[in-house]
């Protein structure tokens, strides 16, 4: 199995901070990685699909970056509706996997 | 739009099978693949395996002798089965529209999710 490891686990951050989020694939998965953004109670969304692309409706603060084994998902101005969990996954080969997650809490 | 509704029961015994469905409202069941996710606290999130419309399906070996998921078109719902369960299945369970690019899929959208505990 790819493993995935994100760093850091959590973090504290204040509204309007720029927040990058690394992820680190044990083997080259080319551009197949996608983020992924989870608030309490409630399901993942994906946010960036392929390393880069913006899902539809996501606001475009959010910015996926990488390819191979290093990602990183930049928040540029962080916004009080940001404060969430975010996981990255990658879709490179079955199983498919994910990291463990980041949390973003307030400063 | 499309949207997933997972239900089955949110207790089963353990060494018994667990059984969830999935609804698919607000779109096609005929295209694209179907998974199954899910999060539990020691193990974070774990993908199960998927199923296509056509019922292709792939599994997640550290599952597979247990797992098996099916498709019901006519009543555009997808499966889960999980037999011999232990505490350690115990979690939230995610169904999840698989979507392609020319590259890669991703999981989108996903249903609200359903916690099963395993437990006597």
């Known amino acids: 199995d790819i493993q995935m490891a994100q760093s850091p686990s959590s973090l504290s951050a204040s509204v309007g901070d720029r927040v990058t989020i690394t992820c680190r694939a044990s083997?080259?998965?080319?551009?197949?990685l996608n983020w992924y953004q989870q608030k309490p109670g409630r399901a993942p969304q994906v946010l960036i699909y392929?390393?880069?692309s913006l899902q539809t409706g996501v606001p475009s603060r959010f910015r996926g970056s990488g390819s191979g084994t290093d990602f990183a998902l930049t928040i540029t101005s962080l916004q009080p509706e940001d404060f969430a969990t975010y996981f990255c996954?990658?879709?490179?080969?079955?199983?498919?996997?994910f990291g463990g997650g980041t949390k973003v809490e307030i400063k | 739009q499309v949207q997933l509704q997972e239900s089955g029961p949110g207790l089963v015994k353990p060494s018994e099978t667990l059984s969830l469905t999935c609804t698919v409202s607000g779109g096609s069941i005929n295209s694209h693949y179907w998974s199954w996710v899910r999060q539990s606290p020691g193990k974070g999130l774990e993908w199960i395996g998927y199923i296509s419309y056509s019922g292709t399906t792939m599994y997640n070996p550290s599952l597979q002798s247990r797992v098996t998921i099916s498709v019901d078109t006519s009543k555009s719902q997808f499966s889960l089965s999980l037999s011999s369960v232990t505490a350690a299945d115990t979690a939230v369970y995610y169904c999840a529209r698989g979507l392609r690019s020319r590259l890669g899929n991703w999981f989108d959208p996903w249903g609200q999710g359903t916690l099963v505990t395993v437990s006597s």
């Open positions: 996954q990658q879709s490179y080969i079955t199983p498919r996997t």
């Open positions: 392929d390393a880069s």
């Open positions: 083997q080259s998965i080319d551009r197949n």
